[in-house]
Each structure stands twice: as structure tokens, then as C-alpha cells.
């Protein structure tokens, strides 16, 4: 390979990395992420206590604001307008 081509490449996903941490799209889908896992999680708390119920409905809600605040982000990269929809399809790969 040229050298220029090596450079060139090598020098590619350190500029797409720089990119994209500047990128509001990526804390908004990572927030979402956590949301959404620790609602998960509280779901398959047995029981049907009033405070577990609770502490479901309210990561329920946070999951739900995080859903509304992502698709509310507008992303200001090229890498960043696909990741949204990369996202939903790489969540329903770790679904059960």
C-alpha cells in the first residue's frame, strides 16, 4: 500500500472517533441505553409489591423521557445521523 493510503486510513477513524464524541446523538443513545437496561432490570423483580411496582413505573418514565430526548437529539456528524437507526436494530439483538 502507498504510504500516502496508509496515512490516509490510519489517520481515518482517529478523525471519525474525534467526530463522533462531539456528537449530542451519542450521549443521548447511551442514556437511552441505561434506561432502558435498568428498567429491564427492575421488570424482572419478582412480586407484586406497591414499591416495587413504583420503582418500575418511575424507570419506566425515565426510559420513556430518554426514548423522547433521543429522537428529539439532532445529530451533527454524518456517523451520528446513522446511529439511531443503527441503535434499535443492535437492541433488539441483545433482546430476550
Given at each position: 500500500m502507498a504510504p500516502v493510503a496508509a496515512t490516509a486510513l490510519g489517520e481515518a477513524?482517529?478523525?471519525?472517533?474525534a467526530m463522533s464524541d462531539a456528537?449530542?446523538?451519542?450521549?443521548?443513545i447511551e442514556q437511552h441505553k441505561e434506561a432502558?437496561?435498568?428498567?429491564l432490570a427492575?421488570?424482572?423483580v419478582?412480586?407484586?409489591d406497591r414499591e416495587i411496582r413504583a420503582i418500575e413505573d418511575a424507570c419506566q418514565q425515565a426510559e420513556?423521557?430518554?426514548?423522547s430526548e433521543l429522537?428529539?437529539?439532532?445529530?451533527?456528524t454524518v456517523?451520528?445521523?446513522a446511529s439511531p437507526f443503527r441503535a434499535p436494530r443492535l437492541a433488539a439483538v441483545g433482546r430476550r
Open positions: 477513524p482517529t478523525k471519525l472517533a456528537d449530542p446523538i451519542f450521549a443521548a432502558r437496561a435498568a428498567y427492575v421488570m424482572d419478582p412480586g407484586e420513556h423521557d430518554a426514548f429522537f428529539a437529539t439532532a445529530p451533527t456517523v451520528g445521523m
